[in-house]
């Protein structure tokens, strides 16, 4: 998936897992879930987990791709990122709060 990071409502950071969120519309992608991910980021492949999908804890509609880099805290607005989805690690699920 190739996209450029577009800001969300930042509940990732705010829990102390910040994510980039790409938009997916039109783009063909496999089905919803959480992803174990390699990032490309600015030239260097970083590991990463990734959820696509709706994000129904909270009622989205809107279906992205949200990336959390593993070990890194960047500021990523803006920056065009290729993410490569590795392994299905499990469906999206709705938590209770």
Known sequence: VY???R???Q?????????????VDG???PPDGVYATWT???GEWLPSVSN???NPTFGEQ???LEVHL??????????????????HLRAEIKFPD
């Not at 509940?11 to 938009?23: I, M, Q, V």
């Open 3 to 5: 996209g450029r990071v």
């Open 7 to 9: 800001r969300g409502a």
């Open 11 to 23: 509940r990732g950071r705010e829990l102390g897992f910040p994510t980039a969120n790409l938009p």
């Open 27 to 29: 783009l063909a992608v």
């Open 40 to 42: 490309q980021v600015r």
């Open 52 to 54: 696509l999908g709706r």
């Open 62 to 64: 809107q279906r992205r």
């Open 70 to 87: 593993l070990d890194r805290s960047q500021f990523l607005y803006g920056e065009r990122l290729h993410v490569r989805l590795v392994q």
